[in-house]
């Protein structure tokens, strides 16, 4: 018997002993009768890992910061549980939430794309692809902008775009570190060329946050692709990523097919991309919090130094003159 038909026959042999109950009491109305467990709330009970596939009690699961404990497959996020576990409770505030997709092109494929603007908007619950503010990572302020998968595979559209260049410019006036979180399939094929043009926008600002002398970590998670990839995910003055996350431009099937040659297995994981100088660390999710404050504080030590020196007093001139002799 299989774990949903366990739960089921038990729902109904309760509901049939209460029912016994009631036609001995002979008062049948006052009693309501619980209906079977349905299969959504065995869902919410259980999560199978992708990984190992091993069932596991989702409130344990969450816990662990959606990581399995058998196997240690780290478990996608949606943006609001990245933001609450890697900012300050409290500490985070939006911006720029009201900045929405439109439908330039009046793109239709199977269905309008207005239509599905409306139906990741009730699946994600945002109300685009990005979250993006400000908040404290172990009291070190930053700006930050976190990709949701759920909405349109995290897809890069012209508010995406638009929302991480706001971000970068706010940062700069406020001299703030940057950290962009990516989980997305690439940019989004409804909004065409405008989509695309998104790349060249968000290196753009990047490049201006480079010269403002202000850290930028890009932190990788699974999955991903395409024309994120290629623009602001790998452009990071310091690139992490979560163990096993796959990163790549073209998916594992199209290179295949194109080179007609097996791939390696590990081909496009975090490890392996770390194995071949194209990222630099990878942290599992229970250490990102505090990796990510002791970078930003590192960088604050030197930021202040570099200022310290531009301002004409270097370490020579803390020195007395007699030692100099």
């Known amino acids: ?89 409290g500490s985070f505030i939006e911006v720029d939430e009201n900045v929405l997709p439109a439908d330039p092109l009046n793109f239709v494929d199977l269905k309008p794309y207005k239509d599905r603007l409306k139906d990741a908007e009730k699946t994600s619950g945002v109300k685009e692809a990005i979250i993006t503010g400000y908040g404290n990572i172990n009291n070190q302020p930053v700006a930050i902008g976190v990709m949701e998968f759920q909405y349109i595979g995290g897809s890069m559209g012209s508010v995406v775009g638009e929302k991480i260049t706001r971000l970068i410019e706010g940062a700069i006036e406020k001299r703030l570190p940057v950290i962009l ?58 690139i992490v990523a979560e163990p096993q996350a796959r990163i790549g431009f073209a998916g594992r099937r199209v290179i295949e097919e194109t080179i007609r040659q097996k791939l390696p297995k590990d081909f496009q994981t975090a490890e392996y991309l770390l194995e ?25 030590q030197n930021e202040k130094k570099e200022e310290y020196i531009s301002n004409g007093k270097g370490a020579f001139h803390e020195v007395p003159l007699l030692a100099r002799i």
């Not at 596991?56 to 816990?63: A, R, V």
């Not at 071949?276 to 604050?300: C, S, Y």
Request: charge should be positive; glycine fraction near 6%.
């Open 181 to 238: 979180i990516s989980s997305s399939g690439g940019a989004r094929m409804h909004e065409g060329i405008l989509s695309l043009m998104q790349m060249a926008k968000t290196a753009s600002a990047l490049k201006l946050l480079h010269e403002a002398k202000l850290l930028y970590i890009s932190l990788l998670t699974e999955p991903t692709f395409g024309g994120v990839t290629a623009s602001f995910a790998m452009l990071g003055d310091i």
């Open 276 to 300: 071949n100088g194209q990222i630099d660390l990878i942290t599992p999710r229970q250490d990102l919090k505090q990796m990510m404050a002791e970078l930003v504080r590192l960088h604050k």
């Open 1 to 89: 018997m299989g774990l949903k038909d366990f739960f089921k026959d038990r729902q109904l042999k309760k509901a049939e002993k209460l029912q016994n109950q009631v036609a001995l009491n002979g008062n049948g109305h006052d009693i309501k009768t619980p209906p079977p467990i349905c299969d959504d709330v065995l869902c919410a009970l259980w999560t199978k890992c992708q990984s190992c596939k091993e069932l596991l009690y989702t409130s344990e699961l969450k816990k662990n910061l959606s990581v399995c404990k058998s196997c240690g497959y780290h478990h996608r996020l949606t943006a609001q549980e990245r933001i609450e576990q890697l900012l300050d409770y």
